[in-house]
């Protein structure tokens, strides 16, 4: 049944039904009335308890429940637009619980800015409970690989590169009528290249530091190393689809190309070496001893050339599957004249 509400939060999931519990709880102690929202989950082909929980909080919240067939995250986003009724809509993952004016404070945002090329963005951190580790801490803080806030304010309006999903609101009408996600893209740069095609339309990103949402899923090395390739090969994609050399830019192909010979000598050593360090300092803060300035920096350098590796070697992989297809489709279309000609041959 349509529901007229003001704002629609689009909930993707994929085999994380312990978290998505913990993610609709904390949409219970939202300050923005019930009536006002509608929560639009799209199963992306889970085979966990996912169904079982969304069906625990049906009675508590205006949830509407859509399952299918794993597609990618960027296909299963656009279920979501598709399927929601709200004039806003708020992409929220799975992983990532809200603080309880969340919501409020991305609508009091769209209300004072009504254009409707103005998306808004909200602060992410970790969650209070959690145990941040050096790497977590790192990812986020310091080598900026999940997310950029140290350089940015509260207030500002961002560009393109700032339209991340999972913490982003923006008009339906203006995805509607402009664009909605390439699901070319099965995990990474689905937001970036569909902010890109927004900001020709005039896109705007405002930061609100106000809301919050927290993230309750703690990160390891190999998960974030892994996390990286597919970045990478999604950064290379994204290069592909627009000719645009600031594109290139900030997918860090030439820099990749540029670097990959020399890097590709040492990768396995270095992640090797990496990952030893990073569980060595795990068990020095598990034994209470402390995290020294040292051992810091050491452990941080070592992160910074692993985590751009990782990137790289992904940009790479991608490129070089995309000349050996290009090999193959030659092959297959000089083949197909080849027995063309032959046919017309036979005919004379």
């Known amino acids: 049944m349509k529901r007229n509400v003001p704002l629609s939060v689009i909930l993707c999931t994929y085999n994380r039904a312990n978290y998505l519990k913990m993610v609709l709880d904390s949409i219970l102690h939202q300050t923005f009335p019930t009536d006002m929202f ?10 966990d308890d996912t169904k079982k929980v969304v069906e625990s909080f049906k009675s508590s919240l205006p949830i509407f429940y859509f399952y299918q067939n794993n597609a990618g995250l960027a296909s299963a986003r656009n279920h979501g637009i598709y399927a929601s009724n709200g004039d806003i809509l708020l992409f929220l993952d799975d992983d990532d619980i809200a603080s309880p004016s969340l919501f409020e404070e991305h609508i009091k945002t769209h ?16 969650d209070s409970g959690m145990l941040v580790t050096p790497l977590m801490h790192f990812v986020t803080e310091v080598g900026c690989f999940l997310f950029s806030y140290p350089h940015i304010k509260h207030g500002e309006f961002l560009d393109y590169t700032y339209f991340w999903g999972g913490r982003t609101s923006c ?3 203006f995805l509607l009528e402009h664009g909605v996600f390439n699901p070319i893209f099965k995990f990474g740069c689905e937001d970036i290249e569909l902010g890109y095609r927004l900001s020709k339309q005039g896109l705007k990103v ?46 860090e192909i030439d820099e990749a190309e540029e670097m990959w010979k020399d890097i590709s000598l040492l990768f396995d050593a270095k992640v090797n070496s990496a990952r030893q360090l990073d569980r060595l300092v795990e068990l020095k803060r598990k034994y209470g001893f ?54 017309s041959s036979a005919c004379l």
């Not at 209300?111 to 970790?126: C, D, G, P």
């Not at 106000?210 to 990286?228: E, G, V, W, Y």
């Open 111 to 126: 209300r004072k800015y009504q254009e409707e090329n103005v998306a808004v963005l909200h602060y992410t951190t970790w």
């Open 38 to 47: 509608e929560i639009v989950i799209i199963d992306d082909g889970s085979v």
């Open 171 to 173: 008009k339906r009408s």
């Open 290 to 343: 402390d995290f020294d300035e040292m051992t810091k920096i050491l452990l941080y350098k070592t992160y910074w050339w692993v985590f751009k590796a990782c990137k790289f070697k992904g940009i790479i992989e991608a490129k070089e599957a995309g000349l050996e297809n290009q090999r193959k489709n030659k092959i297959l279309s000089l083949q197909k004249q080849s027995d063309n000609n032959e046919n």
């Open 206 to 251: 405002f930061y609100n530091s106000k809301a919050i949402s927290r993230m309750i899923r703690p990160i390891t090395f190999d998960d974030f190393c892994n996390r990286l390739m597919k970045q990478g090969k999604s950064q290379y994609i994204f290069s592909t689809l627009h000719n645009d050399p600031n594109v290139r830019q900030w997918a």
